[in-house]
């Protein structure tokens, strides 16, 4: 009889998420019948979208929703032999038993060097996102100035690379002087720390002075009404995340980008990265290629143990991740 631990949503957050917010508990498992397997978490993602979705998807005392890396210990499940690494959809759980629907097995060549921790960001959903939002939304072209906030993290961070990769010029804002050292030595071309500059205006202006063709926007809110005022005509605006809104009680009201969007004929999309889930196959074959070639990094913010999921999830939320933020079990 194997033995789960289970982090469960306690009580629904309103306002900052702290501690009272989740409960450890522990589950007994049974043996996996015909067609199953059970999984042990190598390692778990804790993202900001777990703060929003909670709301509307879970009920307290369910489980935390969210991906991991997991290793299939015992199986009853030819088209995942013990020893296969996938990627789950099972929730904060240290071990699981499932049918196998919705695993997704690492690629077969993947190589030893490379963590596969790097399949829950660079190489995984954060990677996806960050590409599908210069491709598919964006349409990121050579020579175009390019504008991400919470450029330090699992998302911002490659999409600068990717758009250096693309040979554009890249400038990220970011919530520490560390994480803008970090950006600079990925290859940014200009970065700021949004929390000591004295205006965001100066800031965006200095780092571009021609303005944005493009804008990746992780965190709405004042940073993007400061932003729309920096974009070039015909600018385009990915809306990725809003970080800067998830946690308020009260939700925030203008000041209203109409006028600006009509007088500079901005395009603005909001996007989710599962509409192009039938390209990821390919994308993370080139996402890892990149990796492979030194041209990609993906730098990781790795916390110890199962235990301390709400304290690197709150983490996320309070900026302390360089990089995508991960739990080791
Ligand atoms: N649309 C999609 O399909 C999709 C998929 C994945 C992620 N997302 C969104 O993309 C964004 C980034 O996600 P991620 O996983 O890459 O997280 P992340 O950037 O690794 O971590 C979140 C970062 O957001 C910044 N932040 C936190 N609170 C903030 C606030 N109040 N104001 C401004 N910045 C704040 C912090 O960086 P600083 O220190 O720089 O402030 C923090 O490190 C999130 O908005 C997320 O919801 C969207």
Not at 89 to 117: E, F, Y
Request: aromatic residues 8%.
């Amino acid at each position: 009889m194997v033995q789960a631990q289970v982090w469960n949503l306690a009580k629904h957050f309103d306002g900052f998420p702290d501690d009272s917010n989740f409960e450890l508990k522990v589950e007994e498992l049974p043996e996996p019948r015909d067609g199953e397997v059970l999984l042990e978490a190598v390692f778990l993602s804790v993202d900001p979208y777990m703060r929003l979705v909670s709301c509307f998807s879970l009920n307290e005392g369910d489980v935390m929703i969210g991906t991991q890396v997991a290793r299939v210990i015992q199986s009853n499940n030819s088209a995942f032999p013990v020893g296969t690494h996938v990627v789950a959809s099972c929730g904060w759980r240290t071990h699981t038993v499932c049918d196998g629907k919705g695993l997704t097995t690492l690629m077969a060549d993947w190589p030893q060097n490379v963590p596969m921790s790097l399949a829950l960001g660079a190489i995984g959903m954060p990677g996806l996102t960050a590409l599908y939002g210069i491709e598919e939304v964006l349409g990121l072209q050579e020579g175009d100035t390019l504008l991400v906030n919470a450029a330090a993290g699992a998302v911002g961070s490659v999409v600068g690379q990717i758009a250096k990769i693309k040979g554009c010029k890249v400038v990220g804002s970011a919530g520490s002087d560390a994480k803008v050292a970090f950006v600079k030595e990925l290859g940014f071309d200009e970065a700021f720390n949004y929390k000591t500059v004295g205006s965001l205006e100066e800031a965006l202006r200095k780092a571009s002075p021609d303005g944005y063709d493009c804008y990746f926007d992780n965190v709405g809110g004042p940073f993007t009404t400061a932003a729309l005022q920096q974009m070039k005509n015909f600018g385009r605006i990915a809306v990725c995340g809003s970080i800067s809104m998830y946690n308020d009680s009260t939700p925030q009201t203008g000041p209203y980008p109409y006028l600006t969007m009509i007088f500079k004929q901005i395009k603005m999309e909001g996007f989710m990265e599962t509409r192009w889930e039938h390209k990821n196959p390919e994308s993370l074959k080139r996402l890892m290629g990149w990796i492979n070639e030194g041209k990609l990094q993906g730098r990781e913010h790795i916390t110890k143990g199962f235990e301390n999921m709400p304290a690197a999830f709150i983490g996320v939320l309070k900026g302390q991740n360089i990089g995508k933020a991960i739990v080791s079990v």
